[in-house]
């Protein structure tokens, strides 16, 4: 089946702009990933929603990173007025509950220039 | 909240060795251990995992140990080949959190 897939691959912003990352999880897949990843980096938990609940937002590193999630399903994170060190991949990984296996999309790779 | 440490950061190993990666957490809580390899340019991908209520699980050349009194967990690689060649993530989750934190990743390179 089709995995967890992510739009835009690559985004080159300029500094100040405002960009939307989109993540479609795997159909039937209850909890939702953002991660993001510097060069060489590991993996900076972002966002967690499950299901109906309230989003877990504590990873999120300033207020201009937001994050929803439309009918339990697609996922769009959004950051506000980019900066240089807002570049990043960004990856969304979905599981089939709260403690599972986590399915990675192949990332969003965001440059701001 | 929960503290991943991973070590070592680079592993160098010889076709055919043995190659170990050690983590550490924080929350006794944590009762999901999985292990994620990352090869260059790619997504993470699961290769094994493991729950608090078991003390080892093994997926042929590749196992995974589990010590919840000392709080940590390793991975262990036999036989390895340059295949292998990747980064390797652990990471903690509570099952009430649902939150995964994640350890800073381990380079490994087998050489031919």
């Known amino acids: 089946g089709a995995g967890v897939s992510q739009s835009p691959s690559n985004k080159v912003t300029e500094k100040g702009k405002d960009v939307e990352l989109r993540c479609d999880p795997i159909s039937g897949h209850t909890a939702l990933y953002w991660y993001r990843q510097s060069l060489g980096q590991g993996l900076e938990f972002l966002i967690y929603?499950?299901?109906?609940?309230?989003?877990?937002k504590s990873g999120l590193p300033s207020d201009r990173f937001s994050a929803e999630r439309t009918g339990g399903s697609v996922s769009t994170l959004t950051i506000q007025r980019t900066q240089q060190e807002d570049s990043a991949v960004y990856l969304c990984a979905s599981s089939f509950n709260r403690v599972n296996e986590q399915f990675f999309g192949p990332g969003t790779r965001l440059t701001v220039l | 909240g929960e503290n991943v440490e991973q070590h070592p950061s680079t592993l160098s190993v010889q076709e055919g060795d043995s190659a170990v990666i050690k983590c550490t957490y924080s929350?006794?809580?944590?009762?999901?251990f999985p292990w994620y390899k990352q090869e260059l340019g790619k997504r993470p991908q699961l290769i094994i995992d493991i729950r608090s209520n078991v003390g080892e699980k093994k997926d042929q050349r590749i196992a995974v140990t589990l010590n919840k009194t000392a709080k940590h967990f390793s991975l262990h690689i036999t036989e390895t080949q340059p295949e292998d060649s990747a980064v390797y993530f652990c990471a903690a989750s509570i099952s009430n959190a649902g939150k995964s934190t994640f350890g800073d990743g381990t380079t490994l390179t087998v050489k031919p």
């Open positions: 929603f499950q299901g109906n609940s309230a989003p877990d």
């Open positions: 929350d006794s809580a944590s009762n999901y």
